[in-house]
Nanobody, 124 residues
Framework: QVQLVESGGGLVQAGDSLRLSCAAS????????MGWFRQAPGKEREFVAA????????YYGDSVKGRFAISRDNAKNTVYLQMNSLTPEDTALYYC?????????????????WGQGTQVTVSS
């Protein structure tokens, strides 16, 4: 079993940046894609970004494309989400997840392990 712990969330103003981290522990392995999802109050969980096991082929949701960047450091078992030009619409609980597969995927059902989430709040 893989345990995932997110960190880096907080309260920021519109236009600010944040970097989220997700540290994996337990039965870690590098041959799986990683993803970030978010869920705002009263809304469904949505895909934010994903990256393949090798760190290539990052893929983003339309609402964050051009502002967010996902990366990973397999030596540290950590995946990152750099978030720039934040808006109040980015306010949500952000979850890190480990996929069952090598390649990037946007489907939540493809992700076997999930963290507890880190809160990001953007004020206007």
């Amino acid at each position: 079993q893989v345990q995932l712990v997110e960190s880096g969330g907080g309260l920021v103003q519109a236009g600010d940046s944040l970097r989220l981290s997700c540290a994996a522990s337990g039965r870690t392995r590098n041959n799986y894609a990683m993803g970030w999802f978010r869920q705002a109050p009263g809304k469904e969980r949505e895909f934010v970004a994903a990256i393949s096991w090798s760190g290539s082929n990052p893929y983003y949701g339309d609402s964050v494309k051009g502002r967010f960047a996902i990366s990973r450091d397999n030596a540290k078992n950590t995946v990152y989400l750099q978030m720039n030009s934040l808006t109040p619409e980015d306010t949500a609980l952000y979850y890190c997840a480990a996929s069952r597969y090598l390649s990037t995927t946007t489907r939540m059902t493809d992700y076997a392990n999930w963290g507890q989430g880190t809160q990001v709040t953007v004020s206007s």
